[in-house]
């Protein structure tokens, strides 16, 4: 079974923001696959189908940014999911807005979602899509600023790393996650 995250706030007043464009993969995704995000476990929202022969399962952790590994964790110890079989989608302030990284392991570089997700799993070593947004303009708060939505000139490059991270992941049902890193690292 495959696990599938992405990052983000619950409610609304969270919805479109910066840091909740994990959120965004995830419900593209599940649009794709037909997988519908109706179960509530785990600290978060979720959905479990089948793609390409694979079992998966799409999941929002609902426990706000900072305590994503908790929700994370608790499904992957209900499942019995390995760490190489999980993806975190998440949003990276080092990366220009939509360009997309995928990585095998890392540091948190400052997340707060990803320190959560490092300390649960007990390491840093799991699959994970970068998706950039930027740094905020001189002056402003970090916070205020992954809290914000996009601009507008933002919005087309956003909605192009979306649905690249939703191929990216739909690509990882077939291959292994180096190839499709490298495929779409480029």
């Given at each position: 079974?495959?696990?599938?995250?992405g990052l983000g706030n619950?409610?609304?007043?969270?919805e479109g923001?910066?840091?909740?464009?994990?959120?965004?993969?995830?419900?593209?995704?599940?649009?794709r696959l037909g997988i519908p995000l109706d179960q509530f476990k785990h600290k978060g929202i979720f959905g479990i189908g089948h793609y390409k022969g694979e079992k998966v399962m799409l999941l929002m952790p609902l426990t706000y940014m900072n305590l994503s590994g908790e929700s994370i964790r608790a499904a992957m110890d209900f499942y019995k999911i390995d760490t190489e079989d999980v993806l975190v989608i998440y949003d990276d302030l080092d990366l220009p807005a939509g360009k997309i990284r995928l990585r095998q392991k890392g540091s948190p570089g400052g997340h707060n979602g990803i320190k959560s997700t490092i300390a649960h799993l007990g390491t840093a070593d799991f699959n994970r899509i970068r998706i950039g947004i930027s740094r905020p303009p001189a002056g402003m708060a970090v916070p205020d600023y992954v809290l914000g939505r996009f601009r507008k000139e933002e919005e087309p490059l956003m909605a192009e790393a979306v649905e690249k991270s939703a191929a990216a992941c739909e690509?990882?049902?077939e291959k292994p996650f180096?190839?499709?890193?490298?495929?779409?690292?480029q």
């Amino acid at each position: 079974m495959k696990l599938i995250v992405g990052l983000g706030n619950p409610g609304r007043q969270y919805e479109g923001t910066r840091h909740n464009i994990g959120f965004e993969v995830i419900e593209r995704l599940a649009g794709r696959l037909g997988i519908p995000l109706d179960q509530f476990k785990h600290k978060g929202i979720f959905g479990i189908g089948h793609y390409k022969g694979e079992k998966v399962m799409l999941l929002m952790p609902l426990t706000y940014m900072n305590l994503s590994g908790e929700s994370i964790r608790a499904a992957m110890d209900f499942y019995k999911i390995d760490t190489e079989d999980v993806l975190v989608i998440y949003d990276d302030l080092d990366l220009p807005a939509g360009k997309i990284r995928l990585r095998q392991k890392g540091s948190p570089g400052g997340h707060n979602g990803i320190k959560s997700t490092i300390a649960h799993l007990g390491t840093a070593d799991f699959n994970r899509i970068r998706i950039g947004i930027s740094r905020p303009p001189a002056g402003m708060a970090v916070p205020d600023y992954v809290l914000g939505r996009f601009r507008k000139e933002e919005e087309p490059l956003m909605a192009e790393a979306v649905e690249k991270s939703a191929a990216a992941c739909e690509a990882w049902f077939e291959k292994p996650f180096l190839q499709v890193m490298n495929e779409y690292n480029q």
